[in-house]
C-alpha cells in the first residue's frame, strides 16, 4: 500500500484529471496544499475545461493514482516577482538558480516584461548575481518582433507604444505614416500615457491598425509597492474600438508553445514557476504544464483564494522550488 503522503498526491492528481470532488483523509499534507497555512486549497473550475467526463481517460487516471507523478524535466521561470524585485535580488534566487544548473534542468525565463530587451534584462540578471544567456530568455519584446516579422514583406508601418530601449528591437518596421498604421504594439511606456496619446491611439485603431498587446497584465510589484500595468489601456482600446488585442506574451497559447520545444519535453513534463495566478499560472496550466505560484512578487493570497485557477504547488519563495521538486516522482 501506498505510504499516506504518496496517496494525498495520487488522490490530488485524479481529482484534476477527472474533476471529481474527493474528500482528501489522508495525515499527511498532498501536494496541492499551502505550505504556509496547512489548508487544502478549494477545487475551482480548471483552465483547461476539464469537468467530469471531460478529463483525462479514466483509465490514464487510476494510473497516476496508482503510480503517482513523474518528477518533471524542464522548468519555465518568470523573472519579476520571482527572481527579483526592482532591482532587488529575493532570497535564495541565486541558490535556486545555481541548483537548477547543478541538476542540469532545462530551463527557460519566460517574461512579459516590456520595458527591456533580452540583453538589457541578461546585464540586469548579471549585476544581481544571476548568470543567464540571452538565448535563455523568451521575453514579450523579442516574441513581438518575431509576431511582426511573420507578418511578411514589406514590413508593416507600426505605431509603438515602447520605452527607448525596446523600441530598438523595432528598428527594422517604417513608423505610422499620415495617421495610418498596420500595427499599434502597447507595451509599458510608465507615466507618459495621456488622453492626447490615447486618442490618438484611438484614432489609428479606427482607421484599420491592428491592435497587439504585448501583454495585458494588470499590474506587477516594484520595491515602493504595487503599480498599475498596461492591461487597463488595452481592455479601454478595446472597448472603444470593438477590437480585440492580440496578446503575445503569457497568458497567450503561442507564447508557451514558443518555449516547449526548447525544453525538448513534453507540456505534461514542464513546470511554470511565477507570481500570477491568471497569466503564469492559468497561462501554464491551460496548455497542460505543471504549475507552482509563489507567494513573492505580485502574489496576493485574496486574488488566490478568489481565483478559479489552482496551483499544483504555492511556494512560499523560489527558495522553496528544489525541496518541491526532489519530492516529485518519489
Same mark, same amino acid.
Given at each position: 500500500?501506498?505510504?499516506?503522503?504518496?496517496?494525498?498526491?495520487?488522490?490530488?492528481?485524479?481529482?484534476?484529471?477527472?474533476?471529481?470532488?474527493?474528500?482528501?483523509?489522508?495525515? +499527511?499534507?498532498?501536494?496541492?496544499?499551502?505550505?504556509?497555512?496547512?489548508?487544502?486549497?478549494?477545487?475551482?473550475?480548471?483552465?483547461?475545461?476539464?469537468?467530469?467526463?471531460?478529463?483525462?481517460?479514466?483509465?490514464?487516471?487510476?494510473?497516476?493514482?496508482?503510480?503517482?507523478?513523474? $518528477?518533471?524535466?524542464?522548468?519555465?521561470?518568470?523573472?519579476?516577482?520571482?527572481? @527579483?524585485?526592482?532591482?532587488?535580488?529575493?532570497?535564495?534566487? $541565486?541558490?535556486?538558480?545555481?541548483?537548477?544548473?547543478?541538476?542540469?534542468?532545462?530551463?527557460?525565463?519566460?517574461?512579459?516584461?516590456?520595458?527591456?530587451?533580452?540583453?538589457?534584462?541578461?546585464?540586469?540578471?548579471?549585476?544581481?548575481?544571476?548568470?543567464?544567456?540571452?538565448?535563455?530568455?523568451? *521575453?514579450?519584446? *523579442?516574441?513581438?518582433?518575431? @509576431?511582426?516579422?511573420?507578418?511578411?514583406?514589406?514590413?508593416?508601418?507600426?505605431?509603438?507604444?515602447?520605452?527607448? *530601449?525596446?523600441?530598438?528591437?523595432?528598428?527594422?518596421?517604417?513608423?505610422?505614416?499620415?495617421?495610418?498604421?498596420?500595427?499599434?504594439?502597447?507595451?509599458?511606456?510608465?507615466?507618459?500615457? *495621456? @488622453?492626447?496619446?490615447?486618442?490618438?491611439?484611438?484614432?489609428?485603431?479606427?482607421?484599420?491598425?491592428?491592435?497587439?498587446?504585448?501583454? $495585458?497584465?494588470?499590474?506587477?510589484?516594484?520595491?515602493?509597492?504595487?503599480?498599475?500595468?498596461?492591461?487597463?489601456?488595452?481592455?479601454?482600446?478595446? @472597448?472603444?474600438?470593438?477590437?480585440?488585442?492580440?496578446?503575445?506574451? +503569457?497568458?497567450?497559447?503561442?507564447?508557451?508553445?514558443?518555449?516547449?520545444?526548447?525544453?525538448?519535453?513534453?507540456?505534461?513534463?514542464?513546470?511554470?514557476?511565477?507570481?500570477?495566478?491568471?497569466?503564469?499560472?492559468?497561462?501554464? +496550466?491551460?496548455?497542460?504544464?505543471?504549475?507552482?505560484?509563489? $507567494?513573492?512578487?505580485?502574489?496576493?493570497?485574496?486574488?488566490?483564494?478568489?481565483?478559479?485557477?489552482?496551483?499544483?504547488?504555492?511556494?512560499?519563495?523560489?527558495?522553496?522550488?528544489?525541496?518541491?521538486?526532489?519530492?516529485?516522482?518519489?
Amino acid at each position: 500500500m501506498p505510504a499516506a503522503g504518496e496517496s494525498g498526491k495520487r488522490l490530488a492528481a485524479l481529482r484534476q484529471a477527472q474533476g471529481l470532488e474527493l474528500v482528501e483523509r489522508q495525515s +499527511k499534507v498532498p501536494a496541492a496544499r499551502d505550505s504556509k497555512n496547512n489548508k487544502p486549497f478549494q477545487p475551482g473550475s480548471s483552465p483547461i475545461g476539464l469537468r467530469h467526463g471531460k478529463g483525462l481517460p479514466t483509465l490514464l487516471a487510476w494510473f497516476l493514482l496508482v503510480v503517482g507523478m513523474p $518528477r518533471p524535466k524542464g522548468l519555465l521561470l518568470d523573472l519579476d516577482g520571482v527572481f @527579483y524585485i526592482g532591482n532587488r535580488l529575493l532570497p535564495g534566487a $541565486r541558490e535556486t538558480l545555481e541548483w537548477i544548473r547543478g541538476q542540469n534542468v532545462p530551463c527557460r525565463f519566460l517574461t512579459n516584461t516590456s520595458t527591456k530587451n533580452s540583453q538589457e534584462l541578461v546585464a540586469k540578471l548579471g549585476n544581481l548575481g544571476l548568470k543567464v544567456e540571452t538565448e535563455e530568455i523568451l *521575453s514579450a519584446v *523579442s516574441a513581438t518582433k518575431a @509576431y511582426l516579422e511573420n507578418q511578411g514583406r514589406p514590413r508593416p508601418r507600426v505605431e509603438l507604444l515602447t520605452r527607448e *530601449s525596446a523600441r530598438e528591437e523595432f528598428a527594422e518596421f517604417p513608423p505610422t505614416e499620415k495617421g495610418e498604421a498596420d500595427f499599434v504594439v502597447i507595451g509599458d511606456i510608465g507615466a507618459a500615457w *495621456s @488622453y492626447e496619446l490615447m486618442n490618438r491611439v484611438f484614432r489609428l485603431l479606427m482607421n484599420g491598425a491592428q491592435l497587439i498587446a504585448m501583454h $495585458r497584465n494588470r499590474f506587477w510589484e516594484d520595491e515602493d509597492g504595487l503599480r498599475m500595468d498596461i492591461g487597463a489601456f488595452v481592455a479601454g482600446l478595446e @472597448y472603444v474600438t470593438g477590437q480585440e488585442a492580440v496578446i503575445i506574451g +503569457k497568458p497567450s497559447r503561442d507564447f508557451f508553445q514558443l518555449a516547449l520545444p526548447q525544453l525538448d519535453c513534453e507540456a505534461a513534463d514542464a513546470v511554470m514557476v511565477g507570481d500570477d495566478i491568471q497569466s503564469d499560472i492559468g497561462g501554464a +496550466k491551460a496548455q497542460g504544464l505543471q504549475a507552482c505560484l509563489v $507567494r513573492t512578487g505580485k502574489f496576493r493570497q485574496d486574488l488566490l483564494e478568489d481565483s478559479e485557477v489552482q496551483p499544483d504547488a504555492l511556494l512560499d519563495s523560489i527558495a522553496d522550488l528544489p525541496g518541491w521538486w526532489e519530492k516529485q516522482g518519489e
